[in-house]
């Protein structure tokens, strides 16, 4: 049996099936590294034109370096909770691509760890306005745009700790949930519009999010997984560009989990 039919590791480079965003443009939030950079480049290979928002303008850099296709990449300098920033950046993404097809609301922190009674308001406040409002910002900024061409595709990259709610990360959970809801309110109000809105929830995967693991916080993570493994970045990026594409035409409210089998709701 070749390599690539022996299932359960993650693909690698092995199997990439071909998904059709040419002539798409996309704008991915917090797109310099981890699971936003495997999504912009999953993107690029698909056809797609790509824009990276990010906060730090050398790590957006450092991501254009790793992609390496500047005639279909724009990166910008946008903070997700900055209303007027996303406002000129969906402007400066028009102006370069001159529409606005795919919006993937991946930019995300965690936050500290605490219990409900130590969690600090100040940061219960800053997790929700980064993972949830700022998703609702950069999706009232672009439904305009879409609505207006008939034809658009939202991605909110959500957690499984949104439906499992997981200890001494409260807010994270509640603003991850939020997603959730505000995916299934949004796809409502546009049903009729060619805009489909979709959640995806992953389980934990090796990226920048979690900071250093310890081997005890890495083997607590895995303990939740049946499949007993992290999740691919690639293999993430490969349910986005599916759900960004047109074939992606009777799914919308929903949410897909990508968990080796953590989530069984
Ligand atoms: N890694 C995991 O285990 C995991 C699991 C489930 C869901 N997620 C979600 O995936 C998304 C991407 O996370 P990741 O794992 O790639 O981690 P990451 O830390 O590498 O990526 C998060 C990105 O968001 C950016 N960001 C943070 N605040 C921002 C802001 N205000 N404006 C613009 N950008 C901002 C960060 O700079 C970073 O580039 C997050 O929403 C995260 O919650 C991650």
Redesign the pocket.
């Known amino acids: 049996m070749p390599d690539s039919m022996s299932g359960g590791g993650p693909i690698g480079d092995r199997q990439i099936n071909s998904i059709n965003l040419r002539g798409r443009v996309a704008i991915v939030?917090?797109?310099?590294?981890?699971?936003?950079?495997?999504v912009a480049k999953r993107f690029l290979a698909s056809g797609a034109q790509v824009a990276i928002?990010?906060?730090?303008a050398e790590?957006l850099k450092s991501a254009e370096a790793i992609l390496a296709d500047s005639s279909r990449i724009h990166t910008s300098v946008?903070?997700?909770?900055?209303e007027a920033a996303i406002q000129g950046g969906i402007e400066s993404v028009i102006a370069r691509f001159g529409r606005l097809d795919i919006l993937v609301?991946?930019?995300?922190?965690?936050g500290p760890r605490h219990p409900v009674w130590e969690y600090p308001a100040k940061a219960w406040r800053e997790v929700l306005?980064?993972?949830l409002t700022?998703a609702f910002l950069c999706s009232k900024a672009a439904a305009p745009h879409m609505r207006r061409q008939k034809y658009g595709r939202v991605v909110n990259?959500?957690?499984?700790?949104g439906k499992d709610g997981n200890p001494y990360v409260s807010a994270?959970s509640a603003a991850?949930a939020g997603l959730i809801a505000l995916t299934k309110a949004l796809a409502k109000e546009t049903a009729t519009d060619g805009v489909l809105v979709n959640c995806v929830?992953?389980?934990?995967?090796?990226?920048?999010?979690?900071g250093e693991l310890t081997d005890l916080r890495r083997s607590e993570?895995l303990s939740r997984v049946p499949m007993k493994r992290?999740?691919d970045?690639g293999e993430?990026a490969a349910l986005v560009a599916w759900l960004s594409s047109e074939e992606c035409s009777f799914s919308t409210g929903a949410t897909f989990d990508i968990t080796g089998g953590r989530t069984t709701f």
Do not use: Q
């Open positions: 939030t917090g797109g310099s590294a981890g699971i936003g950079l495997a928002w990010g906060r730090n790590r946008v903070d997700v909770i900055d609301n991946n930019a995300g922190i965690l306005e980064i993972n700022g990259i959500g957690s499984a700790s994270y991850k929830t992953p389980s934990a995967s090796e990226t920048e999010i979690f993570l992290f999740v970045v993430i």
